[in-house]
């Protein structure tokens, strides 16, 4: 499976967990994650 993320400087804090939910919950699954930011627009944290 491939999982494309796109946007993800405009991501709320709960979209976020929910993102690191899923990642732990597929750690062994067979998937690829790609995620698309805007280093000039990301919040920093």
């Given at each position: 499976m491939l999982?494309?993320?796109d946007d993800?400087?405009?991501s709320d804090e709960s979209?976020?967990?929910?993102l690191r939910f899923v990642a732990a919950e597929l750690?062994?699954?067979p998937v690829v994650a790609?995620?698309?930011?805007?280093s000039?627009?990301?919040?920093?944290?």
């Open positions: 999982l494309v993320l993800l400087h405009a979209s976020l967990l929910l750690r062994d699954a790609i995620g698309t930011y805007r000039t627009e990301a919040r920093m944290t």
